[in-house]
């Protein structure tokens, strides 16, 4: 606000907070760390360096325009570049097609995993207990009860070179979302090489549409903690590390719309991995092709333990899997009579032979 009437002007903007206006400011360094308050934009008309750890905070917007570039500076341990929107903070990460915005690296055409940490929302949908706080920073944790609640929007984003380990079993995902609802927008989203998992979801409620993962050294798509959201048209290529989708927590999340390919560089896990007690899904207009040859061979569908036959169900679903490697695991049977469904799902079933010889 400039000017003789400056002040006059900028009160009327404020209006006491009365009128929803906001006020953004475009940051005079291209550097990332710390607080991140009130209305940040990033303009993509530069290169912007996460360096750290960088917090939209509570009741603070991250503005980003289309073709924006954000790269991580290298670090690890209290030095790993990384993003967290926390609850009550919303990201606009408004990509098109034509001009995605993009996390990566400082090398922004490097093809490798682990070379800066990842984006991290985190939500006021935690609908029960289950959900903990973040793992790699316990200062931050999921507000509850909200099933509507919005973090913003991430359309046509890319996320790309990301994972860092911060200890045992405290890994930084390309994507992680913790007890996000189901008001906030996911779409068209890449994560191409990360140090762990492509995406990561603890509990929430939040749709996400059009998803690609590739290139990952742990799982693709991960959902914990009672996450009950849709997942449509997820395209997951194995090329590396373990399950497609990989299912913990007491969980029935819905997928429709998927294709998952595995490769035979693959470790374990197989196709969709239902991991411990009680988890459950539904599976709707999907492909499996699991070309077997794994480290450790596990199905196109495989368990670890007891499925929840109640929720767990399959329609329009192709599987070819390799000869004995569609259905095993502890719940191998329930999870071949949830497929089978007495043939009235419109599963089809189709077999790699193990020679080439006809």
């Given at each position: 606000?400039?000017?003789?009437?400056?002040?006059?002007?900028?009160?009327?903007?404020?209006?006491?907070?009365?009128?929803?206006?906001?006020?953004?400011?475009?940051?005079?360094?291209?550097?990332?760390?710390?607080?991140?308050?009130?209305?940040?934009?990033?303009?993509?008309?530069?290169?912007?360096?996460?360096?750290?750890?960088?917090?939209?905070?509570?009741?603070?917007?991250?503005?980003?325009?289309?073709?924006?570039?954000?790269?991580?500076?290298?670090?690890?341990?209290?030095?790993?570049?990384?993003?967290?929107?926390?609850?009550?903070?919303?990201?606009?990460?408004?990509?098109?097609?034509?001009?995605?915005?993009?996390?990566?690296?400082?090398?922004?055409?490097?093809?490798?995993?682990?070379?800066?940490?990842?984006?991290?929302?985190?939500?006021?949908?935690?609908?029960?207990?289950?959900?903990?706080?973040?793992?790699?920073?316990?200062?931050?944790?999921?507000?509850?009860?909200?099933?509507?609640?919005?973090?913003?929007?991430?359309?046509?984003?890319?996320?790309?070179?990301?994972?860092?380990?911060?200890?045992?079993?405290?890994?930084?995902?390309?994507?992680?979302?913790?007890?996000?609802?189901?008001?906030?927008?996911?779409?068209?989203?890449?994560?191409?090489?990360?140090?762990?998992?492509?995406?990561?979801?603890?509990?929430?409620?939040?749709?996400?549409?059009?998803?690609?993962?590739?290139h990952c050294t742990d799982d693709y798509f991960d959902i914990d903690d009672g996450f009950s959201g849709t997942v449509k048209n997820l395209d997951i290529n194995t090329t590396t590390g373990n399950?497609?989708?990989?299912?913990?927590?007491?969980?029935?999340?819905?997928?429709?719309?998927?294709?998952?390919?595995?490769?035979?560089?693959?470790?374990?896990?197989?196709?969709?991995?239902?991991?411990?007690?009680?988890?459950?899904?539904?599976?709707?207009?999907?492909?499996?092709?699991?070309?077997?040859?794994?480290?450790?061979?596990?199905?196109?569908?495989?368990?670890?333990?007891?499925?929840?036959?109640?929720?767990?169900?399959?329609?329009?679903?192709?599987?070819?899997?390799?000869?004995?490697?569609?259905?095993?695991?502890?719940?191998?049977?329930?999870?071949?009579?949830?497929?089978?469904?007495?043939?009235?799902?419109?599963?089809?079933?189709?077999?790699?032979?193990?020679?080439?010889?006809?």
């Amino acid at each position: 606000f400039t000017g003789t009437s400056a002040a006059a002007l900028e009160a009327a903007f404020d209006d006491g907070g009365a009128a929803g206006n906001v006020l953004c400011t475009i940051p005079t360094t291209a550097t990332l760390s710390g607080d991140l308050t009130g209305c940040t934009v990033l303009t993509a008309d530069k290169t912007w360096e996460l360096d750290g750890l960088a917090v939209v905070t509570s009741g603070s917007e991250l503005r980003i325009q289309e073709g924006t570039t954000i790269v991580g500076v290298p670090g690890t341990g209290d030095a790993t570049s990384y993003m967290i929107v926390d609850k009550d903070a919303k990201i606009y990460a408004l990509g098109t097609e034509a001009n995605p915005i993009t996390f990566t690296s400082q090398d922004t055409s490097a093809q490798e995993v682990g070379l800066w940490g990842g984006l991290t929302i985190i939500g006021n949908a935690a609908m029960d207990t289950q959900v903990n706080p973040y793992e790699v920073n316990t200062a931050f944790t999921a507000g509850s009860g909200q099933a509507t609640d919005s973090s913003g929007i991430l359309r046509h984003v890319k996320i790309l070179n990301s994972g860092i380990t911060m200890a045992q079993d405290k890994e930084i995902n390309g994507l992680s979302l913790i007890g996000v609802g189901a008001g906030t927008e996911i779409s068209d989203i890449t994560v191409d090489y990360s140090d762990d998992d492509g995406i990561e979801i603890w509990g929430g409620t939040v749709n996400l549409t059009n998803i690609t993962i590739e290139h990952c050294t742990d799982d693709y798509f991960d959902i914990d903690d009672g996450f009950s959201g849709t997942v449509k048209n997820l395209d997951i290529n194995t090329t590396t590390g373990n399950a497609g989708i990989e299912m913990s927590g007491v969980t029935a999340a819905t997928f429709d719309g998927f294709t998952i390919t595995t490769g035979v560089t693959q470790a374990k896990e197989g196709g969709i991995y239902f991991k411990n007690a009680g988890i459950g899904g539904h599976f709707k207009n999907g492909t499996i092709i699991h070309n077997g040859g794994q480290i450790t061979p596990h199905g196109a569908l495989h368990s670890n333990d007891v499925i929840d036959e109640t929720t767990t169900s399959f329609e329009n679903v192709a599987i070819t899997a390799a000869d004995g490697l569609a259905f095993t695991g502890t719940s191998a049977a329930a999870l071949e009579a949830a497929f089978d469904d007495g043939g009235a799902a419109g599963n089809v079933l189709c077999t790699i032979p193990t020679t080439a010889t006809l």
